[in-house]
């Protein structure tokens, strides 16, 4: 009896970490799914999607950046980001322009229109909404740098092929 006790306790175990719950990626993913929802109605107000402000944030941040550059920063494809882009300067928050030292370049900054949006602050509630408090800073830190630590193994597994 103990052995098939020990068994069962040994699969119970194991079946426990199969959880979903105990999976670290599900609780980021199902934590981006929820930024997601929270984000929407305040967005919706602006006309713009995630990608979108993100985009305008990161030109906030550094302005005149290439398509290339700025699609580094935000783990996109040009080819993603240039119809985001291209919407964005539809509605006049960004300018896109050919880099005169590089033609095959192509350059994109905020608009006076697009920085007065940023200036508002739209997603401020949003760390409130988090209920981390003083936490909120830590908490992002631990992310980035699990990210970051990913993204290292990745590469790192890459160029071993």
């Known amino acids: 009896m103990p052995t098939s006790q020990t068994v069962t306790s040994a699969d119970d175990s194991q079946a426990d970490g199969r959880k979903l719950s105990n999976f670290l990626c599900f609780a980021i993913y199902s934590a981006n799914l929820a930024f997601g929802r929270a984000y929407k109605p305040i967005l919706d107000e602006l006309g713009l999607t995630y990608t979108q402000y993100i985009a305008m944030v990161a030109l906030a ?13 935000l783990f996109l494809e040009s080819n993603t980001l240039t119809p985001i882009l291209k ?11 050919r880099d005169p030292a590089d033609e ?10 697009g920085r007065r949006l940023l200036e508002t602050d739209p997603a401020v509630s949003l760390v409130d909404a988090t209920g ?14 699990l990210r970051d630590n990913l993204l290292r193994a990745t590469q790192a597994e890459r160029e071993k092929e």
């Open 132 to 145: 981390l408090g003083d936490e909120f800073p830590v908490v992002q830190k631990s992310v980035v740098r």
């Open 61 to 73: 941040e550094q302005d005149d950046q290439t398509v290339g550059a700025l699609g580094e920063k």
């Open 87 to 97: 919407k964005l300067e539809s509605t006049g928050y960004v300018r896109r322009r």
């Open 104 to 113: 095959r370049q192509v350059r994109v900054s905020l608009t006076p229109v």
